[in-house]
């Protein structure tokens, strides 16, 4: 994981929702994706449950980085399935899931648009990491990896929270 810069949990918040208009809700929603307080609150409104998970962590500082497919390994989704079993469970399926992520893995460009994440600092001392956890982008990491895995490299940028806690959900089924 290489950080590109560090950035503030209302840019976070903002982006996620003006993705989040032009993507899964357009067309169900009205929202400026100029205006960045109504990208935060479609963000707030619409992605609740994760945003909520992510505050609860208590964010201590918000970065844009750009993961490489070795960095797999230390990401894990908002449900807790690694992105591998995600893929394995998705291309069993044939909904709209299978079709959206074979869409992005069959483009000529890698997956467009910031994944959004956060790890628990667990050595401050060293700047250690914890596991990401992945609450926006599922679709498009997956899909990004399976492109790796076809011979097509590339990066993908992430806005990875820097939290203080572990997620609330994920420490609960450990």
């Not at 707030?44 to 998970?53: D, I, M």
């Not at 230390?74 to 893929?87: C, H, K, N, Q």
């Not at 401050?124 to 990004?144: E, F, K, N, P, S």
Request: aromatic share 6%; charged share 20%.
């Amino acid at each position: 994981m290489r950080i590109i810069s560090e950035t503030n949990l209302v840019e976070v918040l903002a982006t996620w929702g003006a993705h989040e208009a032009s993507g899964r809700l357009r067309g169900q929603v009205q929202c400026d994706s100029s205006d960045k307080l109504a990208c935060i609150d479609l963000a707030l409104r619409y992605r609740a449950p994760y945003v909520s998970r992510l505050l609860a962590r208590e964010p201590m500082k918000a970065l844009l980085v750009e993961f490489e497919s070795n960095d797999v390994a230390t990401i894990i989704l908002a449900d807790g399935r690694s992105i591998e079993t995600w893929i394995q469970g998705t291309t069993t399926s044939d909904g709209d899931t299978y079709a959206h992520f074979h869409r992005m893995v069959d483009d000529q460009v890698p997956p467009q648009g910031h994944l959004v994440g956060a790890a628990e600092l667990v050595d401050l001392t060293a700047h250690q990491l914890g596991t990401v956890v992945l609450y926006d982008g599922w679709h498009r990491a997956a899909a990004w990896i399976e492109r790796c895995k076809q011979g097509k490299p590339s990066t993908i940028t992430a806005f990875l929270v820097v939290t203080r806690l572990a997620d609330p959900l994920l420490s609960r089924q450990a």
